[in-house]
């Protein structure tokens, strides 16, 4: 079965510090999602994206944010400049629509900031 | 916007109790529903999603939800639960593609 892979799994970073987290959407799915789990906490939206663009944003994506696709397969998150605050779990997803369709979850990479 | 409620924050039973989770969101017209289990520790997994059609639904590991639209309601239900159902629950809808999940409830069961 088709899944969503995320590098790495757990990654823990220094305060200020810039991080990737990479991930690897199935691969005739044309919609993709980063979502950040706080521990604890609920599930939240950070940004969509189609068509090599952002389609939307939440207020928590903020200037310290970007999401790539730099080739055909992987979609990345970028935190330029971490804060303490974005330790979090934070979940890839990508779909093949954008609606009436089931999005596919990756395992998550843990996102510690010490 | 959309937002979703998940009353029951902890919900604690016996196995072979019977489960209801209660989901509402706030606004209708045409929804996606969508209930996802968290186990310790793992990704979230679809248990079941409602786009259309018969309002029961049923999903994974015998559980089933009911979309009640005069209620904004997508309950979930399981008959009897196991030691295994433990877990955390979360309801979603998806508003323009992005899901908007509810807090989500723990489940404990005890053997």
């Known amino acids: 079965e088709p899944e969503v892979t995320q590098t790495p799994s757990h990654q823990v970073t220094q305060m200020g510090q810039e991080v990737i987290l990479r991930c690897v959407p199935i691969?005739?799915?044309?919609?993709f999602y980063w979502y950040r789990q706080i521990l604890g906490q609920k599930v939240e939206f950070l940004v969509s994206?189609?068509?090599?663009?952002?389609?939307?944003k939440s207020e928590i994506f903020d200037d310290q944010f970007s999401v790539e696709r730099p080739d055909g397969s992987n979609f990345t998150l970028k935190i330029r400049s971490t804060k303490l605050e974005d330790s979090a779990m934070y979940f890839c997803?990508?779909?093949?629509?954008?609606?009436?369709?089931?999005?596919?979850f990756g395992q998550g990479t843990r996102l510690t900031v010490v | 916007a959309q937002s979703v409620s998940q009353h029951n924050h902890h919900v604690i039973l016996s196995e072979a109790a019977s489960l209801e989770l209660g989901c509402n969101y706030s606004y209708g017209g045409t929804v996606n529903l969508f209930w996802y289990v968290q186990y310790p520790g793992q990704h979230l997994q679809l248990l079941l999603k409602?786009?259309?059609?018969?309002?029961l639904v049923k999903g994974i590991k015998g559980f089933e939800a009911e979309f009640i639209k005069s209620k904004f309601s997508f309950n979930l239900r399981k008959p009897s639960v196991q030691w295994s159902d433990t877990a955390e629950y979360f309801c979603?809808?998806?508003?323009?593609?992005?899901?908007?999940f509810g807090t989500g409830t723990r489940l404990q069961v005890f053997p």
């Open positions: 409602y786009f259309s059609g018969d309002p």
């Open positions: 994206f189609y068509n090599n663009e952002i389609s939307e």
């Open positions: 997803a990508s779909s093949d629509v954008a609606v009436n369709t089931e999005a596919f």
């Open positions: 979603a809808v998806n508003e323009a593609g992005k899901l908007i």
């Open positions: 691969s005739n799915h044309l919609y």
